[in-house]
T-cell receptor, first 106, second 113 residues
Framework: KNEVEQSPQNLTAQEGEFITINCSYS?????LHWLQQHPGGGIVSLFM???GKKKHGRLIATINIQEKHSSLHITASHPRDSAVYIC????????FGTGTRLQVFP | ETGVTQSPTHLIKTRGQQVTLRCSSQ?????VSWYQQALGQGPQFIFQ???????GRGNFPPRFSGLQFPNYSSELNVNALELDDSALYLC????????????FGEGSRLTVL
């Protein structure tokens, strides 16, 4: 069983739709990362959060440390948002979630 | 722009050869970690260095080795290449030792023929 579970695994949306990706983990952590990887590309860090909510442009990330759950929201989705979104946390190594493949169609 | 650069971006090797991949981090980023990502798979942790010492290792054989230098650069060396070593190799750096913001390089794509 993966230590970090994401849902859904795959997601398709029409341009403009509101997107939510969920992440659940099983251990106590101090911070969680949301990462983005475009097809064939490297990984970009979107957020690191320890509590509450962070917003960057159309992206919003929330975390509930007590419930061991985080969500990534994309408002007004766009085809350029098509990518794999990964949540992860640090122990003595980076533990990656299973990833959510998002495709946004025009 | 993450401030982390990897080289080379692409390379092709043959089975049995050796390869060195390089990563240059931002000044002050004392922790660097390396990951292998096979096509269509998630990243797998190879190892991590903090202040030039290995302080964590994933499930990779000893022919995967690394170095970190005082100038915040690091290397991943793979000996006796196998076909399954074909992958995207990513490095990531953070400031300090504990959890911190991650800065990834664009990766080095290795093809082993």
């Amino acid at each position: 069983k993966n230590e970090v579970e994401q849902s859904p695994q795959n997601l398709t949306a029409q341009e403009g739709e509101f997107i939510t990706i969920n992440c659940s983990y099983s251990v106590g952590i101090s911070a969680l990362h949301w990462l983005q990887q475009h097809p064939g590309g490297g990984i970009v860090s979107l957020f690191m959060l320890s509590s509450g909510k962070k917003k960057h442009g159309r992206l919003i990330a929330t975390i509930n440390i007590q419930e061991k759950h985080s969500s990534l929201h994309i408002t007004a989705s766009h085809p350029r948002d098509s990518a794999v979104y990964i949540c992860s946390y640090n122990t003595d190594k980076l533990i990656f979630g299973t990833g959510t493949r998002l495709q946004v169609f025009p | 722009e993450t401030g982390v650069t990897q080289s080379p971006t692409h390379l092709i090797k043959t089975r049995g050869q050796q390869v060195t991949l390089r990563c240059s981090s931002q000044s002050g980023h004392n922790t660097v970690s390396w990951y292998q990502q096979a096509l269509g798979q998630g990243p797998q942790f190879i190892f991590q260095y903090y202040r030039e010492e290995e302080n964590g290792r994933g499930n990779f054989p000893p022919r995967f080795s690394g170095l970190q230098f005082p100038n915040y650069s690091s290397e991943l060396n793979v000996n006796a290449l196998e076909l399954d070593d074909s992958a995207l190799y990513l490095c990531a750096s953070t400031r300090g030792r504990g959890p911190g913001e991650l800065f990834f390089g664009e990766g080095s794509r290795l093809t082993v023929l």
